[in-house]
């Protein structure tokens, strides 16, 4: 019994659990002096380190056992109460002195921190550290002191390394502001989550945490790699070297990961986030985080690229891509105000013209898309059709995006009917197609055929509001100056219809018909007599053909077929020799006789009123 007293007098001695635990066993009359230290903080090491303090035996503290050790010596209660300069005062200030101030030490501290993590919360040591950490990530890291420094691979901005104010004549080798992206991301996913809010809470710029957050993300998240920008190979520091990757649950980190993501937008950003939303798809993660990934892409939709938008369907669908995933996407652009503003360039490869009218840039996105998936021979036609309504009228100026995708759909379904190509084609507003999509649509075997009479029509109205404008313009140049205030409504009402013909002009693509034109103001007469010449050429044939059809009655006529679909009748080729550009001007009359014929040659035959 006393040998046993002796043996445990250091302990007892210098620990006032065990003293108290000791006393307790006296007074039961146990010999047998068995106990368990129930949660003890760092396990049976720590004991050992606790034990041999106690016993005289020399004791080294580290960045990696401070934590325990300190947690260790609270929970004994090795006080100054017990004898002077005890454990728990030691521990406490190297962790003071030592730890709280070298970077190195203050990464490992933490990560060694998750077996005694609940006493370490208890004690604030965890929060010191992230505070700490916080404050040297603000802070020139040259300023931490030698140790941090020794090895000279931590990236810092620029100058010597300076030791207690001497120059060592060391070089920091970069001057980026990611250099600690790499320490922190050894953190599990609740520490690393604290860690990025403490820095919030300290005002750090939300592209440095957007970027520590994408970089954490994709070292656990295979891959996301491809959804970033390609990182150069960066130096790592000190600490990184001697550190094992955390054990994380993917599902768990990527919804952590969504809460902490800032409230910004930039191009990279937007791609970071399409390339989350598509590993959310494949975990499974909950709806709730689903959703804010969609509304968050949503509302920087103009940011996004059509490779990230091409969401494969992971799920029992027939169809390749996820188009309903897209189509909610579109509705939260649509529907929400961006309220997000952009990262302080240069960070995050930003977009540098946020006032680049975001709505039509959308619009030929989702036209690209259109094109993309219009290949899949499981998309529905509704499908489509919803996808191309969800934009507002106003975000299409030209409909030629629309018109490629239908025409790739169509190609991908022949089984269509007419009945549902007309459907589809509705969506299509003819008078907002380029010329080139006009001769390219009216000779197209894939549309029916009353969509090509209707492009046909259509394509008529351009040449001859085209061509109109034309002749307005140049009245309105050549007309003398001596008439002045007289004609001043006139010239006010000529001045609009040019700048309207000038826009039609201009998106049609006549620039040529426009420039050819201009020669023809150095004699205006000459084209005036023509065009009288034409309009009397023009009424002879529209005789002859009165002629021609009351002495054929036939219902096959095509000139008949072409009055009943409110076209224009056309000169016989051997009338219609006129060059439009070389002569002395067309009359709006006129123009549809000249420009129609070689543009739409193949059908000629079908129809040959247009």
Known sequence: MINHVILLFPLVSKCGKIASIFEELQSADDNSFTTKLEEFPGGPDIFLFAAKFCYGTRVEFTARNIMSVYCAADYLEMTDEYGEDNLLSKAESFFHKNVLRNWKDCILALQSSESCLPRAEKLHVVQKCLNAVAMMVCTDPSLFGWPMMMYGSLQSPGGSILWNGINTGARIRSAESDWWFEDISYFSVGLFERLIKTMEARGIRPEHLAGAIMYYARKYLPGLGRWHSTQSGKARTVASFSLTPATVDQKVLLESIERLLP????????????????????????????????????????????????IPSYSDSDTLYNTDCVERIIHHFVSSESGLTLFSPPSLDLETSPSSEPLRKVARLIDSYLAEVASDVNLKPGKIRSLAEVLPE?????????????????????????????????????QKLSVDACAHASQNERLPLRVILQVLFFEQMHLRTALAGCLNVLEAESAPTGHGTATAEMAGHVTATSETAGQIVQRDGWVTVVRENRVLKVDMEKMRSRVGELEEEFSKIKQEMKRVTKSHSSLSSPRIVGRKFGCKLLPRSSDAQTDVVGSTGPTPRSSVEQACPSRHSKHRKSFSLF
């Open 263 to 310: 409230k910004k937008k930039g191009k990279s950003f937007c791609r970071f986030l399409l390339g989350l939303l598509r590993v959310a798809l494949i975990l499974g993660v909950n709806q709730t985080c689903q959703d804010s990934l969609v509304r968050r892409i949503g509302m920087q939709l103009e940011l996004a690229s059509l490779d990230g938008l091409l």
């Open 394 to 430: 106003s975000s299409r100026p030209l409909h030629d995006g629309l018109y490629r995708a239908l025409d790739i759909y169509f190609k991908a379904h022949p089984w269509l009917s007419d009945r549902e190509k007309e459907e589809l084609c509705n969506i299509i507003d003819y």
